[in-house]
């Protein structure tokens, strides 16, 4: 079933179908129920962009798990600040847990560098990041290991599928590139 739907304009061209996003969804989620078969894992999203991913990936476990929130904000408008900060932390201990960090996308890399590094100072049992979209850009990311990739995007701003900008297009059900002039 195709949700591009002809009411959910695209402020840009779409770079991820619904349809390719339910396939990627639904691989992340058999790559993981497998890998975590007889465990019990915490999935940890990031807020808020990462919500609607999280929501749609879950219905693909077919292993017991937990969901977490933190709220993290690197970004202002379309621009990495370079400086992660803390909004709303777990409130729940990940001592001796199978930790998944599950992120919408990865930019240049700086908030999972920084979450991945916190949460490892807490004594999980495991810990590895599932991402969505991860941007081409090699050489910004070295270091940081995505044990599950959804898909790889060129070096754009993309809104859609719970990424936003200013808290703006995230219902759309595909991922678009926010076009010039397209901004609401
Ligand atoms: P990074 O720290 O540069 O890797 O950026 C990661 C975070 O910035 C993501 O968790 C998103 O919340 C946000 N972000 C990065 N790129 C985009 C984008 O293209 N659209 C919307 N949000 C983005
Ligand atoms: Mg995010």
């Given at each position: 079933?195709?949700?591009n739907?002809p009411?959910?304009?695209?402020?840009?061209?779409?770079?991820?179908?619904?349809?390719?996003?339910?396939?990627?969804?639904?691989?992340?989620?058999?790559?993981?129920?497998r890998?975590?078969?007889?465990?019990?894992?915490?999935l940890?999203?990031?807020?808020?962009?990462?919500v609607?991913?999280?929501?749609?990936?879950?219905?693909?476990?077919?292993?017991?798990?937990?969901?977490?929130?933190?709220?993290?904000?690197?970004?202002?408008?379309?621009?990495s600040?370079g400086?992660?900060?803390?909004?709303?932390?777990?409130d729940?201990?990940i001592?001796?847990?199978?930790?998944?960090l599950?992120?919408?996308?990865?930019?240049?890399?700086?908030?999972?560098?920084?979450?991945?590094?916190?949460?490892r100072?807490?004594n999980?049992?495991?810990l590895?990041v599932?991402?969505?979209?991860?941007?081409?850009?090699?050489?910004r990311?070295?270091?940081?290991?995505?044990r599950?990739l959804?898909?790889?995007?060129?070096?754009?701003?993309?809104?859609?599928?719970?990424?936003?900008?200013?808290e703006?297009y995230?219902?759309?059900?595909?991922?678009?590139?926010?076009?010039?002039?397209?901004?609401?």
């Open positions: 079933m195709s949700r739907r009411d959910h304009p695209s402020p840009g061209e779409i770079l991820v179908t619904a349809a390719e996003i339910d396939d990627i969804v639904a691989r992340l989620g058999q790559e993981i129920s890998d975590y078969a007889g465990r019990h894992p915490v940890i999203s990031l807020l808020k962009g990462g609607v991913f999280l929501a749609d990936l879950i219905r693909h476990l077919t292993i017991p798990h937990h969901i977490e929130f933190m709220r993290v904000s690197s970004y202002d408008s379309t621009q600040s400086v992660v900060r803390i909004v709303s932390d777990l729940t201990s001592e001796g847990r199978d930790v998944l599950i992120e919408d996308v990865v930019d240049t890399g700086t908030t999972l560098a920084y979450i991945v590094d916190m949460l100072l807490r999980p049992g495991s590895e599932c991402a969505l979209l991860r941007k081409r850009v090699t050489s990311q070295a270091g940081i290991p995505i599950y959804g898909h790889e995007i060129s070096d754009t701003f993309v809104v859609g599928y719970g990424l936003d900008h200013d703006n995230r219902n759309l059900p595909f991922i678009a590139a926010l076009a010039p002039g397209a901004i609401r």
